[in-house]
């Protein structure tokens, strides 16, 4: 059963230089208990679709300009902040890129997941402190009871995550979006948290939608994978699907800028020129200036998200005779 | 907790020594003599002389130095050459005074600026935002006791709402203290209220930036859960460190206060003091003064460790 679905999202930011869209006509959908990967570089909007899904960007300067957001079967979209409340926590919640500041410095970390709790649930103090030691033990954190009243500045980033993720998980949410979960902590911690992440959906049963630039996290985790760049959605497909034979010329690109130990590549290739800001988009296909087949077709208009094959779609005009 | 503030019990010692040495010092470079002052205008030179051996003036500075601390060592301020009461005595009767009016002058401080600076701070750049500011850049020009005869004449003159001076103790009458009081301790208050309000309005914004606010709205909290506990708590920590200093702005603030609303405070006691070179007073209401500050301070900086764990455990 569909569990999220986003059509037609457009977000807009007030600028300096007039509006423009951090996102645009993003549309996607979210079954419950699976994982969609949205991977892309830095920029290309995948932070602002969660956010905007979470309905936490700051209004003004952010807007959402066109599209709906709906999650089980509930509009989103235009809801008040007492009902948006009701959702964070119990329906979606978050974690985020940067465990070293997202916790409140000045509160122990018992009190900020107990806090959560109590947000959406009538419970006595003792039972939100069991409740807080049980989170505490599931994401892993050791003799949890005693580190219930330590302070986050006590704990190492990867602790804070775990932290985060038992406050993130504390009202059993039905999505868990995680922005960039891994990219702040060291090797051997992420493969331990991501770990961790697939452990719990497996136990809770939540759809997990994981943002990343980094494909090897996608390929660990994700069912499905969402490629973005420059606001839009450019290639969607079942992650075997992405890595066995990508459609559109940037997810090529991407997945050979990733180092391989089993095939004998020469260099890795980086993908020519940077990431166009939001309000210095070229006309057409967004990607076109960096593309290596790009035709003078490309940059008269946005190509469509098409259907390519089954589960597959792709924004890319040459798509099919590239293939 | 009790660590910080033993620690700085122990370090105000050495500031208590340098204010009495200060006090003292000051008070026999300016020019002036408290025995002619004492003697009064008709007084022949002999007697202004005997006068000043009696008081013990006539000796080497040193020696007046050794007298004050050996005084000082056995809890002992001296006598006001003035009123011929104990310093100590004299102080106690007037401190409480100025120390309720700063009291009075800090709840209008805290409640103003705290306010003003949180709400601007919320609807920052609106016009809300802007009048805030425009207040309290008002409450910073304006002198208090400019302000205080304006308060004078309009509440006081034309409304009669309140009294335009004077003083009812809280003990006798805490309505007539309150409203006796009322007017000093606004118009003392709006000057450091103007202050805090900035300093809570930038505290605020640079709070509310921060990944943890993002955090505490993910967890679905309200609103005001979000502002007064996630955001305030963490403003605070910068805003408690200027308590301590709009304190001390406002005990010297009340000097002029008292003088504009005729309060017997510590100001109009000190005044006296030094226009009468009366040495004793200026140095034992002064070092009673400082003490009271540095206790301030050291409930500032314990205060500053139950607000911040990281302070707390280093």
Not at chain 2, 253 to 276: C, D, K, Y
Request: proline letters at 6%; a neutral charge; charged letters at 15%.
């Amino acid at each position: 059963m569909t569990l999220l679905d986003v059509r037609g999202l457009t977000t807009a930011f007030m600028t300096g230089r007039g509006e423009v869209n951090a996102i645009e006509d993003v549309s996607f959908s979210l079954k419950e208990g699976e994982i969609l990967g949205i991977v892309g570089e830095s920029g290309s909007g995948k932070s602002v679709t969660a956010l905007t899904i979470m309905d936490l960007l700051p209004k003004p300067p952010a807007r959402i300009a066109a599209g709906d957001v709906h999650f089980n079967g509930q509009r989103l979209t235009g809801l008040n902040d007492r009902a948006m409340q009701a959702i964070r926590g119990p329906g979606i919640s978050m974690i985020f890129q940067e465990p070293m500041t997202s916790l409140n410095p000045v509160f122990s970390i018992g009190d900020q997941i107990m806090e959560t709790i109590a947000a959406h649930e009538r419970l006595s103090k003792s039972d939100l402190r069991k409740r807080a030691i049980d989170m505490l033990d599931k994401v892993g954190i050791p003799s949890a009871s005693r580190r219930l009243d330590d302070y986050p500045h006590q704990m190492s980033g990867g602790q804070r995550q775990r932290v985060m993720i038992a406050m993130a998980l504390a009202c059993n949410p039905k999505l868990l979006i995680a922005d960039e979960p891994t990219t702040a902590l060291d090797v051997t911690i992420q493969a331990q948290i991501l770990d961790l992440l697939m452990d719990l959906r497996d136990e809770y049963g939540m759809a997990i939608m994981i943002i990343t630039h980094n494909m090897g996290v996608i390929a660990e985790t994700a069912d499905r994978v969402l490629v973005m760049y420059a606001g839009r959605v450019i290639e969607e497909a079942p992650v075997a699907t992405i890595f066995d034979h990508p459609m559109h010329p940037y997810t090529r690109g991407l997945l050979e800028c990733v180092p391989s130990l089993t095939e004998d590549r020469p260099r890795l290739v980086a993908i020519p020129g940077t990431l166009p800001e939001p309000a210095r988009r070229p006309p057409g296909c967004r990607f076109s200036p960096r593309c290596t087949y790009a035709v003078a077709s490309c940059s008269a208009a946005i190509p469509p998200l098409e259907a390519l094959e089954t589960a597959h779609t792709a924004a890319c005009f040459r798509a099919r005779e590239l293939a | 907790m009790i660590g910080v503030a033993f620690r700085r019990l122990l370090s105000a010692i050495p500031v208590l020594l340098i204010v009495s040495l200060i006090s003292f010092g000051l008070m026999r470079l300016i020019p002036g003599d408290p025995a002619a002052a004492i003697a009064g205008v008709s007084a022949t030179p002999a007697q202004i002389e005997q006068l000043r051996r009696d008081l013990g003036l006539d000796e080497p500075i040193y020696l007046q130095l050794i007298d004050y601390y050996r005084g000082l060592a056995q809890g002992d301020l001296g006598r006001s050459l003035l009123l011929g009461t104990g310093v100590f005595a004299a102080t106690m009767e007037r401190l409480p005074v100025t120390i309720g009016l700063s009291l009075y002058a800090m709840v209008f401080t805290l409640l103003i600026g705290i306010a003003s600076g949180i709400i601007a701070a919320l609807r920052q750049n609106t016009w809300i935002d802007q009048a805030a500011m425009m207040f309290a850049m008002i409450g910073i020009s304006v002198p208090n006791f400019f302000l205080g005869l304006l308060m004078i004449i309009l509440f006081a003159v034309h409304l009669g709402w309140l009294p335009s001076g004077g003083y009812v103790p809280f003990s006798d009458d805490p309505v007539g203290w309150l409203r006796s009081l009322a007017m000093p301790a606004f118009s003392l208050a709006l000057l450091q209220a103007g202050l805090l309000a900035r300093i809570t309005r930038s505290s605020m914004l640079e709070v509310l930036r921060q990944d943890y606010i993002r955090t505490a709205r993910a967890k679905g909290l309200s609103q005001r859960k979000v502002v007064l506990k996630h955001a305030l708590s963490n403003a605070l920590i910068p805003i408690v460190t200027v308590v301590g200093i709009i304190v001390s702005l406002l005990l010297s603030g009340a000097v002029v206060t008292e003088a504009l609303f005729s309060i017997p405070g510590m100001g109009q006691l000190l005044t006296q003091a030094v226009l009468n070179r009366d040495y004793p007073m200026v140095q034992g209401g002064l070092l009673l003064v400082t003490t009271f500050l540095v206790m301030v301070n050291i409930t500032v900086d314990v205060l500053y460790a139950v607000l911040d764990p990281r302070v707390r455990y280093e």
